[in-house]
């Protein structure tokens, strides 16, 4: 590991980036170090890449998991879908009024699209619109602290659909809801603050999958121990063999 300290989020990446890449998994590189490399100053303390799901082998991820001691049922976690649309709410007020006309005028037609796409699918919010939205916040964060007092981790997928096409997000703002529902997971920990752990776990129709475990809050070495467990168990993904 090239991290040895808090912030340290370029070096996290490479590290990242270089065990994905031993295990032959794809994966994308976003957030502010995209935008860096495409000349746009943006200041972040973390670092982003996105993985797609699609668990055929659901099985075998649950057995391995039982194997290491877990007892695994199938339930649904309190208001992911609401959670998500929350968190879409939120970004967006925050994209609109604060963040969008500042970087307008140095990010490229197809980010400025992308927005634009964003805004026509979510309507303005005002002031109150926005308190709102942070006092409904704080109701879903004390549904999933109740949550995991019965429940240690949820195990989901870190997307619900495959990789899409390049310009797939900007083709419509339908597309755009799509990507985002798609990610409901991922933005319930962003908006909620609960640590997950991303783990490869096979390979389905040639494309790399993974699935999450996320946990409660300041509860980040309970999600890592049962990552641990599952890469145990399901051993090294092999790199996919180059076709033509």
């Known amino acids: 590991m090239r ?29 502010a170090m995209a935008a860096a490399v495409h000349g746009v100053v943006r200041a972040s303390l973390d670092a982003d890449a996105v993985v797609a799901l699609q668990v055929r082998e659901a099985q075998a991820l649950r057995q391995s998991l039982v194997e290491a001691g877990y007892e695994v ?6 208001n992911a879908v609401e959670t998500g649309n929350l968190w879409l709410s939120v970004v967006v007020a925050e994209l609109r009024t604060l963040i969008a006309p500042a970087i ?5 037609a197809d980010s400025q699209t992308f927005l634009d796409l964003v805004f026509g699918a979510m309507p303005p ?19 999933w602290s109740l949550f995991f007092a019965e429940y240690d ?9 495959q990789p899409f096409e390049p310009g797939f997000d900007l083709a419509s703002s339908e597309n755009v809801m799509q990507i985002g529902a798609a990610l409901r997971l ?9 640590p997950a752990a991303v783990v490869p776990v096979g390979v389905a129709d040639g494309l790399p999958q993974s699935a999450q475990v996320i946990g409660p809050r300041f509860m980040e070495d309970t999600c ?21």
């Open 3 to 31: 991290t040895s300290a808090p912030g340290q989020s370029a070096l996290l990446m490479a590290d990242v980036a270089e065990f994905l890449t031993t295990q032959g998994v794809r994966y994308a590189v976003i957030g």
């Open 73 to 78: 049922v199938e339930t649904e976690p309190p």
């Open 104 to 108: 307008w005028p140095l990010i490229s």
């Open 125 to 143: 919010t005002d002031l109150t619109d926005y308190m709102g939205a942070l006092a409904v916040r704080n109701t879903y964060a004390r549904q």
């Open 153 to 161: 981790l949820v195990l989901g997928p870190v997307c619900t659909m």
């Open 186 to 194: 991922v933005v319930t920990c962003g908006l909620l603050g609960l």
């Open 224 to 244: 890592l121990d049962a990552a641990e467990a599952i890469e145990a168990a399901l051993g090294c993904i092999t790199p996919i063999d180059p076709v033509g």
